[in-house]
């Protein structure tokens, strides 16, 4: 740089150190001149004596006029970057106020918006309540309308299924409004709780009421494996309208527990009666539910089912009677089912969601709901995580889950428990707002209260959906009633006994031919009304059980609802199955010992007489008892016919004869007869069979040893004579079994022997027990079945033509009086049937402007 040089400040880079200032006298060195800068950024502007307080030039050989320059230069540098320095530090300063100030405005606008979601809340309870007090109160009375008149209401159901620890019984509280700790107890949920919910707006306080144990049908406790499979089903589809008939029955108070249960006391009585059913070790668990009632201002008119939760690990016979259980609980197709999990839980580990899919495979009538939320949402950190996990992994497309938060304190009054569910519900709103959630895509996916809205829809919506076809079973029985008061009238004014005799002998033909008709297959009875399955049978014959039979076999059509000749083939069907299932009973060795007695002419031991007397004996026991339940059930069902006869020939309105069915007193003189008939062959049956079984064992033929062994399949249709003979021959006198090639002949017994007598004894009673079940379907169909047909009808004319004037007087004057009385009573019925039916209506109305008022969530569930 020669001497004359500038040093201007684009000569020297910004923040560096000047390297490159040669002094003028040497002109190659080069010295170091660090800028230094005051803490704050700014420059010092005084100079003395040429020297720069920012740069020392006075050890430097400068010219006055290159210093002057040098220092000018490093001051305009410095004023630079200072003022830069400045701007900077402004700017973060601006920054952080700008940030705060935004966060302070968006915790504002979160706080705004919970206070505005706390403020709907308390609207919506406020609303709800007052909005739904006239239709719950119309809808308890819609119940017992339908209870009176016998119209199929099916009240909404809702089962909640999960896994242990999933929160069901939370859940379950948190639709109630109020604890009751169950979920306390470390053996969780054993038996299915069902809760009938009425919503009573007297009862400020829950009213609870236990259902008596014994009046519901009993099932045996899982743990009784055998007889498991026969009655599980009580709970399931098959016998829905039973569980209907119990909760809703407006005349079953005697059914009820006269007492209240405290809430504080609900969980041991829980315990106490699921200990008396599954036992205490808590390893097992019952099918047979406990019922509870609750009455309370706050809850919904519905049936809550809380079930045992579902198991990944532990006892695997334990974990399938769940399973079959709960399969059973929730296929019913007029139960919505509520599907919960743990939030935590991820989608590829879910169990409940693929058991409830077997059953309902597109959810249509599932509710999905995420429990415990709180426990997921604090890792829900950015807007992303937040939406991909609310979308519902591996869901079906438009089906969107629910995910809620519920107290985890217990023993909280119901004021408290509101307020402890308003505040987990909330905090969970928070942290999604935190990370600015689209609430406008997710809220109405979000919390309790979202999810009790969507069941109070779905559950007027379930509701309006039985009510237009009880409209229309009133208005069928306004109908019906106005032309039985028509037909009532007309029988009084032509009331004579004359008349009357020739209406009751044709009114008894019609029923003949009904009972006929009935045994030979006709739906003119309404199978799916009157009809039964095995199961319903076996609970309303009365009959005692079939004893030791625990077997689960496929008797034909158990599972269908039949009536006459197809329940009775049913019936001797299933005896086959029993008769055949039963085993000849262990026999000690004493016994054996004690059979083998002496003969009056000598004293060599017979074994076939101790043989004998041991299959006589046993089969007696065994076998003989079968005849009296298998008769008894046999009149049990041709019983049945008379009230579905009875029931066809009243709606038969084209015969005027069938108006004498109007009068009671006949009607009981008619069933009198053809039940005493039906006793009277039941009994000459019963008289028959025994004499039977009596032959069969009391000379014995020893050709039972080898049964139908000897009979072989051949071509029945074309047989030579050379097929005949050899057939008969091999019969004949085909080998048999010889006893001595079976039998020593010591008194000493020894275990071969023992064994030896027991055999053929086993093997007696094989043969009498094969032939003796195909006597008994011969001796019934030929003793009982068939006078039915060929003298049912003759013994009927007979008894009613032989009846005196003055009886006929006797039971048609009482008959007069009930008339009157009838008449009076359908008048009321059609004025009560037309109210009720204005009531429907009435309901049905309002539910649809409640609808158009109302904008539900538009979440499939």
């Known amino acids: 740089m020669s001497q004359n040089s500038l040093v201007t400040p684009v000569d020297i880079e910004m923040n560096q150190p000047i390297n490159n200032i040669r002094s003028s006298n040497s002109g190659s060195s080069t010295l170091p001149l660090p800028l230094n800068f005051g803490s704050a950024g700014t420059s010092n502007s005084s100079t003395i004596n040429g020297n720069h307080p920012l740069v020392n030039t006075s050890s430097l050989n400068l010219s006055p006029q290159t210093s002057h320059q040098l220092n000018k230069a490093q001051l305009a540098i410095a004023e630079a970057m200072a003022l830069k320095m400045h701007e900077e530090e402004k700017k973060k300063r601006d920054e952080k106020k700008r940030r705060r100030d935004h966060e302070e405005q968006w915790s504002k606008q979160v706080r705004n918006k919970l206070d505005h979601e706390k403020k709907l809340i308390e609207e919506m309870d406020s609303k709800s309540y007052h909005l739904n007090q006239e239709l719950y109160s119309l809808f308890n009375d819609l119940q017992t309308i339908s209870h009176e008149h016998n119209i199929s209401f099916d009240t909404p159901e809702l089962v909640v299924v999960g896994m242990q620890s999933d929160g069901k019984s939370s859940f379950v509280e948190s639709l109630l409004g109020f604890q009751f700790n169950i979920v306390e107890s470390n053996i969780g949920t054993r038996r299915p709780l069902i809760i009938q919910m009425i919503n009573n707006p007297d009862k400020v306080e829950p009213s609870c009421r236990f259902k008596k144990e014994h009046y519901f049908p009993l099932v045996p406790s899982s743990s009784h494996s055998n007889s498991n499979n026969n009655?599980?089903?009580?709970?399931?589809?098959?016998?829905?309208?039973?569980?209907?008939?119990?909760?809703?029955?407006?005349?079953?108070?005697?059914?009820?527990?006269?007492?209240e249960t405290p809430v504080d006391e609900l969980t041991e009585e829980i315990v106490r009666r699921t200990n008396e059913r599954a036992g205490r070790s808590g390893d097992r668990v019952s099918s047979v539910p406990i019922f509870l009632r609750v009455e309370f201002a706050n809850c919904s008119n519905c049936s809550i089912f809380d079930l045992p939760g579902l198991r990944k690990g532990g006892d695997d016979r334990l974990k399938h009677e769940i399973l079959d259980m709960v399969k059973k609980l929730i296929e019913p197709k007029n139960r919505i089912i509520i599907c919960l999990e743990q939030s935590t839980v991820e989608h590829v580990n879910s169990t409940s969601r693929p058991f409830v899919k077997k059953i309902d495979p597109d959810f249509s009538r599932t509710i999905l709901i995420n429990t415990k939320f709180d426990n997921r949402v604090k890792e829900l950190r950015t807007r992303e995580s937040a939406h991909k996990y609310l979308e519902g992994e591996g869901i079906i497309q438009q089906k969107k889950p629910f995910f809620i938060s519920l107290p985890l304190k217990r023993n909280l009054d119901p004021h408290r428990f509101k307020d402890?569910?308003?505040?987990?519900?909330?905090?969970?709103?928070?942290?999604?707002?935190?990370?600015?959630?689209?609430?406008?895509?997710?809220?109405?996916?979000?919390?309790?209260?979202?999810?009790?809205?969507?069941?109070?829809?779905?559950?007027?919506?379930?509701?309006?959906?039985?009510?237009?076809?009880?409209?229309?079973?009133?208005?069928?029985?306004?109908?019906?009633?106005?032309?039985?008061?028509?037909?009532?009238?007309?029988?009084?004014?032509?009331?004579?006994?004359?008349?009357?005799?020739?209406?009751?002998?044709?009114?008894?033909?019609?029923?003949?031919?009904?009972?006929?008709?009935?045994?030979?297959g006709s739906v003119v009875g309404e199978p799916d009304e009157f009809g039964q399955t095995l199961d319903m049978e076996k609970e309303s014959c009365g009959v005692q059980p079939w004893p030791n039979f625990n077997f689960d076999f496929n008797i034909q059509n158990s599972s269908y609802s039949l009536y006459g000749g197809a329940q009775y083939e049913r019936l001797l069907n299933e005896f086959e199955y029993v008769i055949h299932s039963k085993e000849f009973p262990e026999t000690s060795i004493n016994e054996v010992a004690s059979a083998?007695?002496?003969?009056?002419?000598?004293?060599?031991?017979?074994?076939?007489?101790?043989?004998?007397?041991?299959?006589?004996?046993?089969?007696?026991?065994?076998?003989?008892?079968?005849?009296?339940?298998?008769?008894?059930?046999?009149?049990?069902?041709?019983?049945?016919?008379?009230?579905?006869?009875?029931?066809?020939?009243?709606?038969?309105?084209?015969?005027?004869?069938?108006?004498?069915?109007?009068?009671?007193?006949?009607?009981?003189?008619?069933?009198?007869?053809?039940?005493?008939?039906?006793?009277?062959?039941?009994?000459?049956?019963?008289?028959?069979?025994?004499?039977?079984?009596?032959?069969?064992?009391?000379?014995?033929?020893?050709?039972?040893?080898?049964?139908?062994?000897?009979?072989?399949?051949?071509?029945?249709?074309?047989?030579?004579?050379?097929?005949?003979?050899?057939?008969?021959?091999?019969?004949?006198?085909?080998?048999?079994?010889?006893?001595?090639?079976?039998?020593?002949?010591?008194?000493?017994?020894?275990?071969?022997?023992?064994?030896k007598v027991c055999m053929i004894a086993g093997r007696l009673f094989s043969g009498i027990r094969f032939f003796f079940s195909k006597l008994i379907r011969n001796k019934l169909n030929a003793f009982f079945l068939d006078p039915i047909f060929q003298k049912l009808g003759g013994i009927m004319i007979d008894h009613f033509t032989q009846l005196s004037d003055k009886t006929y007087e006797e039971m048609f004057q009482l008959g007069i009086k009930e008339l009157h009385s009838m008449l009076q009573k359908l008048e009321y019925q059609l004025i009560d049937c037309k109210k009720n039916r204005d009531k429907f209506k009435d309901v049905y109305n309002k539910l649809k402007n409640q609808q158009q008022q109302q904008h539900p969530m538009n979440i499939d569930i």
């Open 231 to 259: 009655n599980n089903s009580e709970y399931g589809s098959s016998q829905n309208s039973s569980i209907q008939n119990t909760l809703y029955s407006g005349t079953d108070q005697d059914k009820w527990e006269e007492y």
């Open 420 to 520: 402890a569910i308003k505040e987990c519900f909330l905090d969970d709103l928070r942290k999604l707002h935190e990370v600015n959630f689209d609430e406008n895509r997710f809220q109405g996916q979000v919390g309790i209260y979202k999810v009790k809205n969507y069941i109070e829809t779905l559950l007027q919506e379930k509701y309006q959906q039985n009510l237009l076809p009880s409209m229309l079973s009133l208005e069928s029985i306004c109908r019906k009633t106005e032309s039985d008061i028509a037909r009532v009238k007309k029988e009084l004014e032509e009331n004579n006994i004359q008349s009357l005799k020739g209406k009751v002998l044709k009114f008894v033909q019609n029923f003949n031919n009904q009972i006929e008709r009935l045994l030979e």
């Open 596 to 755: 083998i007695g002496v003969s009056k002419s000598h004293n060599s031991p017979i074994y076939e007489i101790a043989a004998t007397n041991i299959f006589q004996i046993k089969s007696k026991k065994i076998l003989l008892p079968l005849i009296d339940i298998v008769l008894q059930r046999t009149s049990y069902v041709m019983k049945r016919l008379y009230d579905i006869s009875v029931t066809i020939l009243k709606k038969d309105e084209s015969e005027s004869s069938h108006t004498v069915a109007l009068y009671e007193h006949f009607l009981s003189e008619l069933k009198s007869k053809y039940f005493s008939f039906i006793e009277e062959i039941e009994q000459e049956c019963k008289s028959r069979l025994k004499d039977d079984f009596e032959m069969f064992t009391k000379i014995v033929d020893w050709n039972l040893l080898s049964g139908l062994t000897e009979i072989k399949p051949y071509n029945y249709l074309k047989v030579t004579p050379e097929e005949t003979k050899q057939r008969v021959q091999s019969i004949m006198e085909g080998k048999h079994d010889s006893l001595d090639d079976l039998l020593s002949r010591s008194r000493t017994i020894d275990e071969d022997t023992y064994h």
